[in-house]
Each structure stands twice: as C-alpha cells, then as structure tokens.
C-alpha cells in the first residue's frame, strides 16, 4: 500500500510560481505522475519522475515551466511550477505506479492517488 499526500497548493499570480510536494507512505519503490482536472475538464496528465529520479517526462503543456524531481530519502516528489498562467488553475494530483510508470497519460495506469490540492492562478 501506499498512501499519498498533496500539498502546497494556494493562490498565485500569473508570472508566478507554486511548488506542489508530494509525500508519500507505505511502499515507496514506484513511479510518480502528476495531473490536474480543472472544473468541467477531464484529468490531464502533466508529467511524471521514474523512480530514480534520473528520467522525467512532461505534457507539451507545461514543459520547460514545470520541473519535477523527487528527495528519496524524503519519500517525496515536488512539482516546481514557474511561469504559471490562469490556465494552469486546477486540482493537481499525485499518482503512484508500482510498476514504475511515469509517462503515461493513461490514469488508469497508476495504482494510488493523493486527495489533490488546489491551484489557482489569477490574472
């Protein structure tokens, strides 16, 4: 089992910049992906980090304003969110494959999810 905790939502500016942790229990040898579902939106895919960390991949979307890294020894995943646009606004959410999967758009690909947390970007 593992248990994901999102955090580090909030209110940002556009320009701006959040940055989301991800926390995870329980088992914690998987692969991370991000999406987000903005209301009357199906969940997007944002991106995702291997399990070591040394391989990412990201939506067309938000590649080179969103990073993602995680700290192992923290058992956490961060998404770095700069340059962010009142598009971005959503509930961002943090998905586990304990297959190692981290690249696919497919939700149903990932095993356990986080409750989400709110981002809003104003204008």
């Known amino acids: 089992q593992v248990q994901l905790v999102e955090s580090g939502g909030g209110l940002a500016q556009a320009g701006g910049s959040l940055r989301l942790s991800c926390a995870a229990s329980g088992r914690t040898a998987y692969g991370t992906g991000w999406f987000r579902q903005a209301p009357g939106k199906e969940r997007e895919f944002v991106g995702g980090?291997?399990?070591?960390?040394?391989?990412?991949y990201y939506a067309d979307s938000v590649k080179g304003r969103f990073t993602i890294s995680r700290d192992n020894a923290k058992n956490t995943v961060y998404l770095q969110m700069n340059s962010l646009k009142p598009e971005d606004t959503a509930v961002y959410y943090c998905a586990a494959s304990i297959r190692g999967i981290y690249y696919s758009r497919g939700s149903h690909e990932y095993d356990y999810w986080g409750q989400g947390t709110q981002v809003t970007v104003s204008s």
């Open positions: 980090i291997s399990w070591s960390g040394g391989s990412t």
